[in-house]
């Protein structure tokens, strides 16, 4: 898990309790108050949604990755942007920054 993952993860957990406790708050007015904490709540609950998303997302970009590199190590073609890479190791290459699509015997890299 990344910690941009986490970060959301555990601000979303905290927006909860923080609504939680101004749903349930002395202060204010009681419709106000009770409004503005299923507010907050649901802040809360779509911050770690967010935060489920983007690991998903993380993990199979990653999954992509590994699968390039076999492909490429078992000799299919390379395409960067559109172009046929004959001598590239993707190794070397940073494929964080590319968006990776494979199709039988070719894998192809786009830049973000």
């Keep these: 898990m990344s910690s941009d993952v986490i970060f959301l993860l555990a601000s979303g957990i905290i927006l909860m309790i923080f609504g939680v406790f101004h749903a349930v ?3 204010g007015n009681d419709l106000f108050r009770f409004r503005m904490g299923i507010l907050i709540i649901f802040f809360g609950i779509v911050v770690i949604v967010d935060s489920y998303y983007k690991n998903s997302t993380n993990h199979k970009h ?4 590994v699968e390039a590199v076999k492909k ?3 000799g299919s073609e390379v395409y960067i942007n559109g172009k046929r890479e004959e001598d590239v190791d993707l190794n070397g290459v940073n ?12 894998v192809y890299l786009i830049s973000d």
């Design 25 to 27: 708050s002395e202060w």
């Design 62 to 65: 990653d999954a992509l990755e």
């Design 72 to 74: 490429y190590e078992d």
């Design 95 to 106: 494929l964080d920054k590319y968006t990776i699509r494979i199709e039988k015997n070719k």
